[in-house]
């Protein structure tokens, strides 16, 4: 089955848009995450977790990475081809990518982070900052962590 074809959505007060702005000003652990830029994009993908909703400007689709992730994505992904402006008020980052989706991913059982052989498993205990937990996830993805816990008031 083809995909669907984009959505054209040119107001800031879109539904949709306004979904993105509460996943970005207020994350939670039931509701989407905001996945911002086509390297984030693409290691969500590749790491399986599940696209809802992809909104992408045309500039953006000229960038090839891009465009082979929007193709990839299942039939019942919903596509939206937004202005620069409507992105804007869609992406966290000052300076917006062109391309935003919100995703789901795998919640791991605490079980399952330690079955790993062998497991090696950071606690951040809380760590209020975004930006300081994204710095420990980057960390211990990179010294071949299992996983990381949040614990506490952390972000």
């Known amino acids: 089955m083809p995909p669907q074809p984009a ?5 800031r007060q879109n539904p949709l848009v306004t979904r993105f702005r509460e ?19 693409d290691e969500a993908h590749r790491a399986g ?14 960038d090839s990475t891009v465009a082979r992730l929007v193709a990839a ?5 919903i ?14 980052a000052r300076t917006p990518s062109g391309v935003v989706a919100l995703a789901r991913g795998h919640a791991w059982t605490l079980g399952e982070v330690l079955a790993a052989d062998p497991a090696l498993v950071v606690i951040a205990v809380d760590v209020q900052d ?23 008031t952390s972000a």
């Open 79 to 92: 596509r939206l081809l937004v202005s620069e402006r409507v992105v804007d008020a869609m992406s966290p």
């Open 7 to 11: 959505v054209r959505v040119t107001s």
């Open 130 to 152: 975004p930006g300081n937990i994204g710095a420990i996830v980057r960390a211990a993805e990179a010294a071949g962590a299992t996983g990381v816990i949040a614990a506490g």
């Open 23 to 41: 996943a970005a000003r207020q994350p939670t652990a039931e509701g989407p995450a905001l996945v911002e830029g086509a390297t984030l994009l």
């Open 49 to 62: 977790w599940v696209i809802e909703v992809v909104a992408f400007t045309e500039s953006a689709l000229g």
């Open 73 to 77: 994505f299942p039939p019942d992904v």
